[in-house]
Nanobody, 124 residues
Framework: QVQLVESGGGSVQAGGSLRLSCASS????????MAWFRRAPGKEREGVAA???????SYADAVRGRFTISKDNAKKTLYLQMDSLKPEDTAMYYC??????????????????WGQGTQVTVSS
């Protein structure tokens, strides 16, 4: 069983930055693709960014150019650097992981393991 624990959320003004972290319990985390999702109030959960085991990454159109996903295999930690934050980025952010994706997918169904989430609030 993979356990994922997110941290780094908080409140920030528009234009500011935050860095989210997701610590994985899996020893061989380098073999797992990982991703960030978010759920805004009243909306469905959506994919934000994903990174494959081979280093390829993908981003949702809404965050491309502002967010950067990265992974430190030695620390078993996934990161999401969020810059130029906007009020519409306000959401609960979730980390997800699975060993089977062959691409950096942003589909929820492709990930079996999920964290509990960390709240990000961006004020105007």
């Amino acid at each position: 069983q993979v356990q994922l624990v997110e941290s780094g959320g908080g409140s920030v003004q528009a234009g500011g930055s935050l860095r989210l972290s997701c610590a994985s319990s899996v020893y061989s985390s380098s073999r797992y693709s990982m991703a960030w999702f978010r759920r805004a109030p009243g909306k469905e959960r959506e994919g934000v960014a994903a990174i494959h085991t081979d280093g390829r990454s993908s981003y949702a159109d809404a965050v491309r150019g502002r967010f950067t996903i990265s992974k430190d295999n030695a620390k078993k930690t996934l990161y999401l650097q969020m810059d130029s934050l906007k009020p519409e980025d306000t959401a609960m952010y979730y980390c997800a992981s699975d060993k089977f994706p062959t691409i950096p997918t942003l589909r929820e169904v492709d990930y079996a393991f999920w964290g509990q989430g960390t709240q990000v609030t961006v004020s105007s």
